[in-house]
């Protein structure tokens, strides 16, 4: 198999993978009335604490405009609250209310169920092939030079010398 075939299967079995989790932690939030961006919105909240939407959305790698939707939808329901800031009135930060912080750790328990469903079907090589195949595309992420639309090279491959 060629170089831009291994990538293009890789790429193929990543994108199945990522929708089988997304599917099985859909179905699993489903009794709790979440959406994944709520789910990653109330989890950052109970982690970090309270904070900016912005913050929020750059923390959760949500779109804005989203994450705005789920601080209402998740306002509405009484387990987040909106509030200005101390020094500066100008900001806005969100938090969770005390019911919050109690659903909360209804969430991280489904969340938990989420990990011991999918690690079922897994052994300790297949979490270990992962966390390697996961540590060598890691660098892509802060590589220098992969900009959208560009097309990356492969590196040449060098002389050995002996």
């Given amino acids: 198999m060629d170089v831009s075939s291994v990538g293009k299967r890789f790429l193929e079995i990543f994108v199945e993978t990522k929708r089988v989790v997304s599917l099985v932690a859909a ?59 101390e020094l500066d009135r100008r900001e806005l930060y969100v938090e969770l209310t005390a019911r919050g912080r109690r659903f909360v750790t209804r969430v991280e328990a489904t969340y938990s169920d989420i990990g011991r469903a999918l690690s079922a079907r897994l052994d300790d090589r297949d979490i270990a092939d992962l966390a390697r195949i996961c540590a060598k595309l890691s660098p892509l992420a802060t590589e220098p030079g992969i900009e959208p639309g560009k097309r990356l090279r492969r590196p040449r491959a060098r002389p050995v010398r002996s």
């Fill in 27 to 85: 179905r699993m939030m489903a009794p709790l009335g979440l959406g994944r961006a709520q789910v990653a919105l109330l989890r950052e909240l109970g982690r970090s604490g309270p904070a900016t939407l912005s913050a929020l959305a750059q923390s959760t790698m949500l779109d804005p405009s989203a994450a705005a939707r789920s601080v209402t939808a998740l306002s509405n329901r009484g387990w987040i609250r909106r509030r200005r800031g």
